[in-house]
Nanobody
Framework: QVQLVESGGGLVQPGGSLRLSCAAS????????MGWFRQTPGKERELVTIITNRSTTTYADAVKSRFTISRDNAKNTVYLQMNSLKPEDTAVYYC???????????????WGKGTLVTVSS
């Protein structure tokens, strides 16, 4: 129906930068919002940032001024620019999208499989 594929994770030193990408595909009529969550073992999944189709954004307090979310509507892709990375940013980052499907249509909430970000110290 709708698939999300993340890329761009990896190993980076504290203070470094990474850029994550998430591409949506499938039976898509429109995307209402896309965003990023993250999770570490033993912790609950937490919101990192979300951007809507009106370009309004929200950020978790822990990443404000360091992370920036953006989207390319023509490519159904969202990006997460992560600067000044800290060891506590280490987590699996999951892409999320609220999508109106083309066939029925209905609104669905889709998740990617995640990409690992490791900030060494």
């Amino acid at each position: 129906q709708v698939q999300l594929v993340e890329s761009g994770g990896g190993l980076v030193q504290p203070g470094g930068s990474l850029r994550l990408s998430c591409a949506a595909s499938g039976s898509i009529f429109s995307i209402n919002a896309m965003g990023w969550f993250r999770q570490t073992p033993g912790k609950e999944r937490e919101l990192v940032t979300i951007i809507t189709n009106r370009s309004t954004t929200t950020y978790a307090d822990a990443v404000k001024s360091r992370f920036t979310i953006s989207r390319d509507n023509a490519k159904n892709t969202v990006y997460l620019q992560m600067n000044s990375l800290k060891p506590e940013d280490t987590a699996v980052y999951y892409c999320n999208a609220q999508v109106t499907t083309a066939r029925l249509p209905v609104t669905v909430n889709a998740w990617g499989k995640g990409t690992l970000v490791t900030v060494s110290s």
